[in-house]
């Protein structure tokens, strides 16, 4: 074999390599995300945004907040009555929320600094219904879109959107109802566009966009 090819085939193996683990890397970020929504590690989520006045969080029709301080605004401010200051949300009794990021498809640029991907997240939550606390059980399916970036070696969350499909009870089902979006963000630094929470309903054709995102033009 000649040299020329040896060195050629180290170099391709060496891409595949950096894609492989770049690849894995995301899937545990979103991973995380996940897992730390699960048990309320709202701290712990905040530090999975990248340190960017680009950083986005797009919510359905709640609005979009921008900045470097956005995931803070979001995930520690907006939440409840009173600022988070511990590293676990309050949690009332009853509660469980079960939140997953499944069948990615996830695009990585050739230069392993940029990468793009929607997510299809099925979940089940519960909220009461009632001044006495009767829980009810529901489920939440939903779609993400995200953009991230790497910084000092890590990969991190810039662009964070959420696309609910649909909200409905245990005992209604989607077919039956499909509640709005519970949580608002305020006040959002922009509106989302009216087109973009686009929910299940029985009396439309449902596309569930985003669609897969394009690889990166080399």
Request: hydrophobic fraction near 35%; charged fraction near 25%; include cysteine.
């Amino acid at each position: 074999m000649e040299k020329a090819s040896i060195e050629e085939r180290l170099d391709r193996l060496e891409k595949q390599n950096r894609y492989l683990n770049d690849y894995i890397a995301i899937w545990k970020l979103q991973s995380l995300y996940c897992q730390y929504i699960n048990i309320g590690k709202v701290k712990a989520i905040v530090d999975l945004f990248a340190d960017s006045d680009e950083v986005e969080i797009k919510l359905s029709n709640k609005g979009i907040l921008k900045g470097r301080d956005a995931p803070h605004r979001y995930f520690l401010l907006s939440h409840t009555d009173h600022p988070i200051t511990t590293d676990y949300a309050p949690q009332i009794k009853g509660n469980m929320v079960i939140h997953l990021a499944v069948n990615p498809v996830i695009e990585i640029n050739k230069d392993g600094t940029q990468a793009k991907a929607v997510w299809m997240s099925p979940g089940i939550t519960n909220f009461p219904i009632d001044a006495q606390g009767t829980i009810a059980g529901a489920w939440c399916w939903g779609k993400y879109e995200k953009e991230y970036i790497k910084q000092k070696g890590q990969w991190k969350i810039l662009k964070f959107r959420w696309r609910q499909i649909f909200l409905s009870r245990y005992e209604q089902g989607w077919h039956k109802e499909n509640l709005e979006p519970g949580h608002v963000v305020a006040p959002p630094d922009a509106q989302s566009a009216p087109d973009y929470h686009a929910p299940y309903k029985t009396d439309q054709v449902n596309r569930y966009d985003p669609p897969p995102p394009e690889p990166y033009k080399e």
